[in-house]
């Protein structure tokens, strides 16, 4: 589960005649990832070509796709129903694909030939209304041997630079943008000339006759008789749609696989007689791979093993460029696999490190949870994420249903056993300072069992006043040490698995140069600072265990300072301050807690203390009930906006102390993952046995 699962290089070599039973072997088996073949590096071999059914699936492919796009078929639907790939494939190898487009296009070109026409119809009246105004019927506009008829756009009225041209009539819109202008074509040139400067543009004025108006008003009657027309095809489309929808997607999804397997040759090489196949495949699945191949094709096929890649990167500077890179493949279980996505924003692991997923997994819901810390918020966060979990179909959405679920699950062990409130209250307790603390039992006057009262840590404050539950406002100090504890625990962990990792890719001696310096500091670090807070606020002498964690803690400090120095160089030094500023950054964890809860109790101050108790006391018995809706009301919409704010800036911080104080210690990304050849159905579910 840390580690990629181990992988081992195969080469699959077989008859050429059998290739497409090879095919199909490769995707039941579900374990193959293929290897792209390049040219020129097998002597006698070359880039296979698509199998003699891929041109016809492509086609068909297509024409499907052009039916979902206009019948408006969701692509992603999941249909909810079983269909039988035999049957399904049966009704391929019958042309139902062609029978399916030619009856559907035959009423989308219906449809989209009457669109046109009303199309047409409205650009007609367009062009009608521009003329509208002026007196001329629409068989005047053309026909003339001797007259030319100039009609368009200006931009101011030119009647007086046109009122000197001979035998000419005129006519201008009522708006003053549109003229008709007759004119004897020998004056046509002289015309358009003393238009120009009016910026004169010449449209086309439809035919007809009589007049525009009623030019326009024909253009309405056919506009209407056409959207009549237009209203029976697309019923006849939305029955194209009820009747071809699902049996259009089953052939799409089908016809998809076909033509995959079909392109699969041109990631192979092929001879005349033969094709050779590279592949990954889990390590503990090679005599499975080799078995099934050979019962499926006897001696028509030979699969030989190359090598068990290890996490060496020494061994792999001297493999083919192609064979370099292994695919990761992680098993992470069932719970860890909810927290890959955070993982795979930063990147996919390389084969050569450890898996932070499931240091993610531990560490991020706790993080949240400890952040979080109250009963009244953790419930509406486990009730969310676990319906998220179980309806969510994006990766974004399930990320965000992993966070609130098992963050919640945290934030409610942590707000009841460790800080025992809910919306910022306590359970037990007493009212305290004018009723600025309140707590659940001095509200409603509750007496708890001994039993409920233990279960919380009890603490006396300086004035005398018992506290049940650890304060995140009066326990500051305490809980700051927690945090930094937690910080230099996680930290610590990054620096092993990052020694962990160089070990693997290139030995000890580099392991050790290269993270065990820093470990070194880390623990002198860490060591020597306890020493120091002991004698400088605690005031304990430099002796016995302090003196001697503090020396241990110089040495380790300054021997590790001199290796990573040896290392990495003079930069190595200035990285120290950040070593200690990146554990302090996990006092965040307290310092959005303790915001939180000030928040929340500056709230229920306002909402339970000013509002709902002082408007019932203000306003007596009979109208107090409007006080206690008004405080309610205010009580939960303050606390919404606390609730939205827990979500934003624990989510957001416990993903910051991962992606920046501790994965970057280990982490280095890069990885290609793994993609076995399978058949993968995403729209519809398809039963391969008969029916």
Do not use: C
Not at 333 to 339: D, I, L, P, R
Not at 411 to 429: C, D, I, R, S
Not at 659 to 682: A, D, N, Q, T
């Amino acid at each position: 589960m840390l580690l990629p699962e181990p992988m081992s290089r195969i080469v699959i070599v077989g008859n050429k005649q059998r290739l497409d039973e090879a095919i199909d072997a490769l995707y039941g088996l579900k374990l193959i990832h293929l290897i792209d073949h390049t040219t020129g590096t097998d002597e006698g071999f070359s880039i296979g070509t698509p199998r003699p059914y891929s041109e016809k699936a492509a086609q068909r492919l297509l024409s499907l796709k052009a039916m979902e796009k206009e019948l408006d078929i969701n692509d992603g639907t999941e249909l909810d129903v079983k269909a039988n790939a035999k049957e399904i494939r049966a009704k391929i190898s019958s042309d139902s694909v062609e029978a399916t487009t030619e009856e559907v296009f035959k009423v989308l070109d219906k449809k989209n030939s009457i669109v046109q026409k009303i199309a047409e119809e409205n650009s007609k009246k367009e062009e009608l209304s521009r003329i509208s105004s002026i007196p001329v019927d629409l068989e005047l506009y053309r026909g003339y041997n001797s007259l030319a008829v100039l009609v368009g756009t200006v931009a101011a009225d030119p009647s007086a630079a046109v009122a000197g041209i001979a035998d000419s009539e005129f006519f201008i819109s009522d708006n003053k943008k549109v003229i008709v202008l007759f004119v004897k074509k020998s004056e046509k040139e002289s015309a358009l000339r003393a238009l120009t400067e009016f910026e004169f543009a010449e449209f086309f004025v439809p035919e007809g006759t009589g007049s525009p108006a009623a030019g326009i008003a024909a253009a309405d009657a056919k506009i209407t008789e056409y959207k009549v027309a237009l209203a029976e095809a697309e019923k006849e489309v939305s029955a194209l749609r009820e009747k071809h929808g699902n049996s259009i997607l089953l052939m799409d999804e089908e016809i998809s696989i076909e033509a995959e397997k079909g392109g699969l040759p041109l990631r192979i090489a092929t001879s005349d007689y033969s094709f050779v196949i590279d592949a990954w495949v889990p390590t503990d699945k090679v005599s499975t791979i080799t078995n099934e191949m050979n019962t499926r094709l006897g001696d028509n096929v030979y699969v030989e093993l190359q090598e068990d890649r290890s996490r060496d990167l020494h061994e792999v500077e001297h493999a083919e460029d192609r064979f370099k890179e292994t695919p990761t493949h992680m098993k992470n279980g069932a719970y860890v696999k909810n927290f890959k996505y955070p993982v795979q924003l930063v990147d996919t692991p390389k084969y050569q490190e450890i898996n932070p997923t499931v240091v993610m997994s531990i560490f991020f819901p706790l993080f949240f949870g400890l952040m979080v810390g109250d009963v009244g918020y953790a419930i509406p966060f486990i009730v969310l994420g676990a319906y998220g979990l179980k309806t969510a179909k994006s990766k974004d959405f399930q990320a965000i249903a992993t966070v609130l679920f098992y963050g919640g699950l945290w934030a409610f062990v942590f707000g009841f056993f460790l800080f025992g409130e809910m919306f910022g209250m306590h359970f037990v307790g007493e009212m305290i300072a004018g009723d600025a603390a309140i707590t659940w039992q001095g509200l409603f006057h509750l007496d708890f069992p001994e039993w409920f009262v233990n279960i919380f840590p009890h603490t006396v404050d300086a004035l005398g006043h018992d506290h049940y539950g650890v304060s995140k406002l009066l326990e500051v100090t305490m809980l700051l040490k927690l945090a930094v504890y937690i910080g230099v625990i996680h930290i610590m962990l990054g620096f092993i698995m990052g020694f962990i990792n160089v070990k693997m890719q290139h030995g000890f001696k580099e392991a050790f140069m290269e993270k065990g310096s820093w470990i070194m500091i880390m623990t002198g670090l860490v060591t020597a600072a306890w020493a120091a807070t002991e004698f400088m606020i605690y005031v304990k002498p430099i002796e016995g265990v302090v003196l001697y964690a503090l020396i241990t803690g110089v040495v380790l400090l300054l021997i590790g300072i001199v290796l990573a120095v040896k290392k990495e160089g003079g930069t190595a030094v200035l990285e120290v301050p950040s070593l200690f500023g990146n554990i302090l950054s996990y006092t965040r964890i307290t310092a959005i807690g303790a915001g939180k809860a000030g928040m929340a109790l500056a709230f229920n101050y306002i909402s339970i203390s000013m509002i709902g108790l002082g408007l019932m006391e203000a306003l007596g018995p009979g109208l107090g009930i409007i006080g206690l809706i008004v405080g309610i009301l205010m009580f939960s919409f303050l606390h919404l906006v606390v609730w939205t704010l827990a979500i934003l800036s624990a989510g957001l911080h416990a993903l910051r102390l991962h992606y920046v104080e501790m994965m970057s210690r280990f982490y280095v990304g890069g990885g290609k993952e793994y993609e076995p050849l399978e058949i993968k159905r995403k729209n519809t579910k398809i039963v391969e046995t008969e029916v």
